[in-house]
């Protein structure tokens, strides 16, 4: 597992959940997260895929968040000029990541750091790869209370 780091790059204290917890003790590597991702864009019949029905209910809007982003069952949902698009962000002490995808284009990324500075590249690499208005990033600026990504302290 890679070591994490602080803001200033320094090395930190490996992050391990006192108890097993959906927001915080799920580890894996950036290409089993990339597998997941590939699933819920190809929704199958097989006994290790997601079933058409349990996928759709995942990324239904459960909860509307404000006038562009929605909340599934454990994705954040927008709909750009781009499409539907679901996400996902993680932030644990000394490691931060990010998943994002567009299932109509079949197409997405995931994007994991190990230092408190990686939440700071989210936004420029999806929007290298993603053209266009992305409001998770607006919604998740809100939520951390500063006007962009890059300030958060």
Request: hydrophobic share 45%; with cysteine; glycine share 14%.
């Amino acid at each position: 597992m890679a070591g994490s780091h602080d803001r200033e790059g320094q090395p930190g204290a490996c992050f391990t959940a006192a108890e097993p917890e959906a927001a915080s003790s799920l580890h894996t590597t950036p290409c089993d997260f990339a597998r997941f991702l590939c699933a819920m864009m190809a929704p199958g019949g097989g006994s290790w895929q997601l079933g058409m029905e349990s996928l759709a209910e995942m990324l239904k809007p459960q909860a509307r968040l404000d006038d562009a982003v929605s909340w599934g069952l454990g994705w954040g949902l927008q709909t750009t000029n781009q499409g539907r698009a679901f996400w996902h962000w993680g932030d644990n002490p000394g490691f931060k990541s990010f998943a994002f995808a567009f299932p109509d284009l079949r197409a997405g990324l995931v994007v994991m750091t190990n230092g408190d500075g990686g939440l700071t590249l989210w936004e420029p690499i999806v929007r290298t790869i993603f053209d266009g208005d992305h409001p998770a990033f607006a919604w998740l600026a809100g939520f951390y209370g500063v006007p962009r990504l890059d300030a958060v302290p």
